[in-house]
């Protein structure tokens, strides 16, 4: 704690903690997320032939954590559109990644080194949305543990969890990305922060809320650039998730996993048979051809 003093962490800490969201990190936050729209498979096309669908889908990449934390809570679904500078914010993102001339804002936000410092923001909005949605949680339910763990998760996870919903609207269907059952980084990591901030929330843990979101922050500016920097789509829980649950369910280990399915992948050759076949009826039907002339 004497270091701590000595650093002024809990002064750094605390203005931190107080700064606004709004219109910087907010902006920095709206064009990663849509940013990551147009990366999907189909999205450039779909805005082309249905704006209001692609619109839709880059509202629930903004703000469907929002939209899910206020239905678990019993809202309604619409009240963050209140907002309309949020709103106008995220349209005219929106608008400027699938609409700009010459892909020239794409081209501009897609350039590593300022697509680091974006991603660097959002992460600080990413564990402010986990802080408060413990807290909200925390004074609907003063007791409820888990609800306080599942509103900040769903707070920081944003559109990840709903992600089959918004390939709906997109015209997509693909049941294997659910997010639950293969879940990214960021997902994983919005758990963990939720945890740590219904623990601090219920006072389990001695430490200032403001020092735990500064902290938090710093881990996960430090792992998401780092991962964006290097192309990962890996996660730094990896290896002790592993040994975790290979002692708590008897989970493979991951180079288990790895070989099972590298064995798996490897018996793919025998489609020589088939193509056998095919070459021998096609010879007989030649030596037919041939009897008949």
Partial sequence: MDVLGALNLGDIAQTFSKMGMFPVFDLAYYIVSILYLKYEPGSVE??????????????????????????????????????NSHVLLASA?????????????????AFLPVKLVLVALKEVVRTRKIAAGVHHAFHAYHHGF???????????????????????LRGVWRPDTNEIMNMSFPTKASLY?????????????????????????????????????????????????????????????????????????????????????EELSEGTRKRKVKKAE
């Fill in 46 to 83: 779909v805005s082309r032939r249905s704006p209001v669908a692609s619109w839709l889908s880059a509202m629930l990449y903004c703000f469907g954590s929002y939209i899910l934390a206020d239905v678990l809570l019993g809202g309604s679904p619409l009240d963050y559109f209140q907002y």
């Fill in 193 to 277: 922060g939720a945890i740590l901030f219904t623990l601090q929330e219920t006072q389990w843990i001695p430490i200032a809320k403001s020092t735990l979101i500064l902290l938090f922050t710093l881990f996960m500016i430090t792992c998401k650039v780092v991962m964006t920097a290097r192309h990962s789509h890996g996660s730094p829980f990896s290896l002790i998730e592993s040994w975790v649950c290979h002692l708590l369910f008897g989970s493979p280990l991951g180079g288990a996993v790895e070989d099972h399915h590298a064995a798996a992948a490897t018996p793919a050759a025998p489609s020589s048979p088939a193509k056998s076949k």
């Fill in 93 to 109: 993102v929106w608008y400027l990644l699938f609409f700009c001339p010459l892909n020239l804002f794409y081209k501009c936000v």
């Fill in 146 to 168: 888990f609800i306080m763990v599942i509103v900040g998760y769903v707070k920081g996870s944003g559109v990840a969890l709903i992600s089959n919903f918004e390939q709906l």
